[in-house]
């Protein structure tokens, strides 16, 4: 209970901890973008003032040349693709200094400005539509699945393509609709000339970024409005354009999804899951990974699957994998407090030599054992060599046993030198090899600063080969008691 309110805690702590982050990351990009738009349309506002003063006269409807909001009201409709074309740059005598400015505010706008500006009116009305959606959700709940037959619900399955579209859309448009019927008011407030008709009809050319430009907007009331309208209504289109692929993206991740949950799990779908473990393991040998345990665990399973459906990238696991072998300080597998607490005083350098050391040491390690591993495989080999010829001399000691006493203990003595050989053999082996590896370690952990660990070899006459020594020197008093078969069977 103790574990599950720590656990349920540290998790808390993390999620407010990384919601803190979120929301001062979200408030610096408002910020810097409102900030870089501001400088943006100051600029031009400036340029284009002084650009287009030679000359106006030859425009009647701009006796005076362009001013600020006309400036202003170019740029908007300009960066944002809507192109009125009720202004143009290049009026008077400045021709190609207006138009050589006009393609710099452009390009400029277009690709490091208005993008800014419309990410932070999307942040603003994402919790609208967010929340229209959560209503629709509950108003149109989709059909749950029980996987496991555990009463709970595990899975959601999706409504039909319409009804799904139709759900998740409605509040984006529905928000867009209603934006541009007040801002149809607003023109038409302002400008009484035109019907609220025309209004609302130039305010969907607008949003759509189409602006055929045949509404009159000659008034600087309606200009000035235009450039927040402008700004307002083509942002939200981006809103509604990027909606519309997130939901198709997620649609099909939920149905591949389901589709796997469903699916039954055949052999060849797991030999693809096992590559995607090995692929996280590229240090380990084929060896290393036929002595894994053949099936997955349960997190891994859980990992692979998501690999498989595309919901994370092996590219963004691989460094969190490398982040917990770099702060396992003991190097058993398991990340506890007590590795964190080493690694807190220690820099980053000090950590990653500690852990460059410890997969040293691991290498030595696995290649000590593989030297183990084949001289005991070499020893054991000549052991059955040797004790199968003990077994055979020890069935002629049986069957000489009603011959003369001289031929039954030479017999016994064949039985005695044969299993004092193995005894020699496989004492001197482990000796040689257990003393060869103690001494690579021991120079692995001199060349570490380390202590390493000690290896001993066993005694040189121990165990059932000593007992068999005494067994058959004492052969020549039990006869009927030694035969091939019990010496078979110790063996």
């Given at each position: 209970?103790g574990?599950?309110?720590?656990?349920?805690?540290?998790?808390d702590?993390?999620?407010?901890?990384?919601?803190?982050?979120?929301?001062?990351a979200?408030?610096?990009?408002i910020?810097?973008?409102?900030?870089?738009?501001?400088?943006?349309?100051?600029?031009?506002?400036?340029?284009?003032?002084?650009?287009?003063?030679?000359?106006?006269?030859?425009k009647?409807?701009l006796?005076?040349?362009?001013?600020?909001?006309?400036?202003?009201?170019?740029?908007?409709?300009?960066v944002?693709?809507?192109?009125?074309?009720?202004?143009?740059?290049?009026?008077?005598?400045?021709?190609?200094?207006?138009?050589?400015?006009?393609?710099?505010?452009?390009?400029?706008?277009?690709i490091?400005?208005?993008?800014?500006v419309?990410?932070?009116?999307?942040l603003i009305?994402?919790?609208?539509?967010?929340m229209?959606?959560?209503?629709?959700?509950?108003?149109?709940?989709e059909?749950?699945?029980?996987?496991?037959?555990?009463?709970?619900?595990?899975?959601?399955?999706?409504h039909?393509?319409?009804?799904?579209?139709?759900?998740?859309?409605?509040?984006?448009?529905t928000?867009?609709?209603?934006?541009q019927?007040i801002?149809?008011?607003?023109?038409?407030?302002?400008?009484?000339?035109?019907?609220?008709?025309?209004?609302?009809?130039?305010?969907?050319l607008?949003?759509?970024?189409?602006?055929?430009?045949?509404?009159?907007?000659v008034?600087?009331?309606?200009?000035?409005?235009?450039?927040?309208?402008?700004?307002?209504?083509?942002a939200?289109?981006?809103?509604?354009?990027?909606?519309?692929?997130?939901?198709?993206?997620?649609?099909q991740?939920?149905?591949?999804?389901?589709?796997?949950?469903?699916?039954?799990?055949?052999?060849?779908?797991?030999?693809?899951?096992?590559n995607?473990?090995?692929a996280?393991?590229?240090?380990?040998?084929?060896?290393?990974?036929e002595?894994?345990?053949?099936?997955?665990?349960e997190?891994?399973?859980?990992?692979?699957?998501?690999?498989?459906?595309?919901?994370v990238?092996?590219?963004?696991?691989?460094?969190?994998?490398?982040?917990?072998?770099?702060l396992?300080?003991?190097?058993?597998?398991?990340?506890?407090h007590?590795?964190?607490?080493?690694?807190?005083?220690?820099?980053?350098?000090e950590?990653?030599?500690?852990?460059?050391?410890?997969?040293?040491?691991?290498?030595?390690?696995q290649?000590?054992?593989?030297?183990?591993a084949?001289?005991?495989m070499?020893?054991?080999?000549?052991?059955?060599?040797?004790?199968?010829?003990?077994?055979?001399?020890?069935t002629?000691?049986?069957?000489a046993?009603?011959?003369?006493?001289?031929?039954?203990?030479?017999?016994?003595?064949?039985?005695?030198?044969?299993?004092?050989?193995?005894?020699s053999?496989?004492?001197?082996t482990?000796?040689?090899?257990?003393?060869?590896?103690?001494?690579?370690?021991?120079?692995?952990?001199?060349?570490?600063?380390?202590?390493?660990?000690a290896?001993?070899?066993?005694?040189?006459?121990?165990?059932?080969?000593?007992?068999?020594?005494?067994?058959?020197?004492?052969?020549?008093?039990?006869?009927?008691?030694?035969t091939?078969?019990?010496?078979?069977d110790?063996?």
């Amino acid at each position: 209970m103790g574990m599950a309110a720590a656990s349920a805690s540290g998790g808390d702590n993390m999620g407010g901890l990384k919601n803190k982050r979120r929301r001062k990351a979200q408030i610096m990009m408002i910020v810097s973008s409102l900030l870089l738009f501001i400088a943006y349309l100051i600029v031009c506002i400036a340029v284009f003032v002084e650009l287009e003063k030679t000359g106006a006269s030859k425009k009647p409807d701009l006796p005076k040349g362009w001013t600020p909001i006309d400036a202003a009201y170019f740029t908007m409709a300009s960066v944002s693709t809507v192109g009125y074309g009720d202004l143009t740059p290049g009026t008077g005598d400045n021709f190609v200094e207006s138009k050589v400015a006009a393609v710099f505010a452009i390009v400029i706008g277009v690709i490091f400005v208005f993008p800014q500006v419309t990410a932070v009116i999307c942040l603003i009305t994402a919790p609208i539509t967010r929340m229209g959606r959560k209503l629709m959700a509950r108003a149109f709940p989709e059909r749950g699945v029980d996987l496991d037959a555990s009463g709970d619900v595990d899975f959601l399955q999706p409504h039909t393509p319409f009804v799904f579209y139709a759900m998740n859309l409605t509040p984006s448009v529905t928000l867009n609709v209603v934006v541009q019927l007040i801002s149809a008011a607003i023109f038409h407030a302002i400008d009484p000339s035109n019907s609220y008709g025309l209004w609302f009809y130039h305010c969907i050319l607008t949003a759509t970024t189409v602006g055929y430009g045949d509404v009159n907007n000659v008034t600087e009331g309606g200009r000035l409005w235009s450039c927040f309208h402008i700004l307002i209504s083509v942002a939200m289109l981006g809103e509604v354009i990027s909606t519309i692929d997130n939901l198709r993206r997620q649609r099909q991740i939920t149905l591949e999804r389901n589709h796997m949950f469903t699916t039954r799990l055949t052999t060849k779908m797991l030999d693809g899951l096992h590559n995607h473990v090995a692929a996280f393991r590229p240090e380990s040998t084929k060896k290393d990974e036929e002595a894994r345990p053949s099936g997955l665990t349960e997190l891994e399973f859980a990992l692979c699957m998501m690999l498989e459906l595309g919901v994370v990238k092996a590219a963004d696991v691989t460094p969190f994998i490398k982040q917990f072998r770099l702060l396992d300080a003991d190097g058993n597998a398991y990340l506890e407090h007590s590795d964190i607490l080493v690694c807190e005083n220690k820099s980053l350098a000090e950590i990653q030599a500690s852990a460059a050391q410890r997969r040293k040491s691991s290498d030595v390690r696995q290649a000590t054992i593989n030297a183990l591993a084949a001289s005991a495989m070499i020893a054991s080999n000549v052991y059955q060599s040797v004790t199968s010829t003990a077994t055979s001399n020890l069935t002629n000691s049986d069957r000489a046993a009603g011959a003369p006493s001289t031929q039954t203990s030479a017999a016994q003595a064949d039985v005695v030198q044969s299993v004092t050989t193995a005894d020699s053999i496989l004492a001197n082996t482990a000796a040689s090899t257990l003393t060869s590896a103690a001494h690579a370690v021991s120079l692995t952990s001199a060349n570490k600063g380390s202590p390493g660990f000690a290896l001993r070899a066993p005694p040189p006459s121990t165990g059932f080969l000593m007992r068999q020594k005494v067994r058959a020197s004492n052969l020549a008093g039990e006869p009927e008691r030694a035969t091939a078969d019990d010496m078979h069977d110790k063996i």
